[in-house]
């Protein structure tokens, strides 16, 4: 978690500088960026081989923004680091019980998005996302073990959602991530695993 955190601050204190470049890039007439941050609610499933007992796992997902180009009013691309706390739950009955397990992944996730705004502040976005394993923990009855060599470092996928931002200040945003990648390590084709995540979200550009 404190790797996590310390990423988190590096992040910030990379894109507050090039906000400040931004700054002064305005005032000599350039296009500048926007900062912003944002943090929402995750729900999150993984789906492929075996998947008939996973169920929806709450989590969360905290960032920054950053307007990296904007040609115009109607299109921007943004850069979107930040932390995303997923993975997924099932539950299987044995003799009348109920058991719930689960794979709460957490990563530093980078995605970059073209952005389609209208003059009303309704928005649409789509884009690419790589992001990095920084967590893997499977649970069940009250333990926990630590499933990191199990799971590949690097995930990638698209995410796209639509949104509202009023006076292009604050905004909510509903959004998907279709992953890509095969979740686990040396799987190959015998044994495929995806993360599926749809999430709300609120932001706020400074």
Known sequence: MKKTFSMMILLFMVLFSVAQEGSNAQKSGAVAGRLGAYGGVNFANIVGDGDENNKTLTGFQLGLMYRLYSPGDLL???IEPGYNAIGAKSEESFEDQTFTSSVNLGYIKIPVLA?????????GDVGVQPQFLV????????????????????????????????????????????????LIKDGGSDFQAFNRVFSVRLHFRF
């Open 76 to 78: 921007s691309i943004w």
């Open 115 to 123: 952005r389609f705004q209208a003059q009303n502040g309704l928005f």
């Open 135 to 182: 967590s893997a923990k499977a649970k069940f009855d009250g333990e926990s073990e630590d499933i990191k060599d199990e799971i590949n470092g690097f995930d990638f996928g698209i995410p796209f959602g639509v949104g509202y931002e009023y006076n292009k200040k604050v905004g909510i945003r509903a959004g998907y991530y279709l992953g890509l990648s095969n």
